[in-house]
């Protein structure tokens, strides 16, 4: 009987990590979908208060607006691509830069899926002080930071120091839970939908790593005959 197959056992690390944290975003859909009383009054709650805070600190509304336009999904992505354009050219990682621009790629189309699915409305806010279109669950932005930080993490990883691990690190993170603020505090999205959002991208950039190089760096088992 031959050893079992490297690949495989990394495959089935990504999908259990992809599942595992996806799980609390099938749990949160469900629980959108149904309307379920208590996740509504949390998400109402803390966006009445949230937009409250934003609409009496005017220079943060403005902050804030100005976050929203940079961290739309077409910039990030754009930037992370001219960033795989570089790490290819300079350091001649190809294959890695590939797959961070197309991990990316699928998880801001995941998350487009994820919205026709659950079709969630928008948060409705007395003296609304930004709108958006579309489905608000799960949120995009949120998606698309998390995503976006986490790649470049891996992505830069082999490149950097100690420090700059750490700085990467930190930096992705922040941008992430910022963005997620950013969403709740102008009333375009319901907590749970960052919250989503946040998990959904983490759980498709984190399963298409533990693919990606459980792939490439563990010669396939020959079977011997």
Known sequence: MPPPDPRQRALLRATAFGVGVSLPVVVLAYLVRVEAPGLARLDDEAIAALTSFTRDHPALFRGLLIWQELLRPIWVNLAVGVLCLLVWRRRGLGSRALWAIVTLLAAWALQVGAKGLVHRARPEVEDALEHAPGSSFP???????AAAALVTTILLW???????KVTVAIAGGTVTLLTAADRVMLGVHHPSDVVAGILLGTAMVGASSLGYHGWRTQPR?????
């Open 139 to 145: 949120s995009g932005h949120a998606t698309n930071a």
């Open 158 to 164: 082999p490149l950097l120091g100690t420090r700059g």
């Open 221 to 225: 088992t020959e079977e011997v005959t």
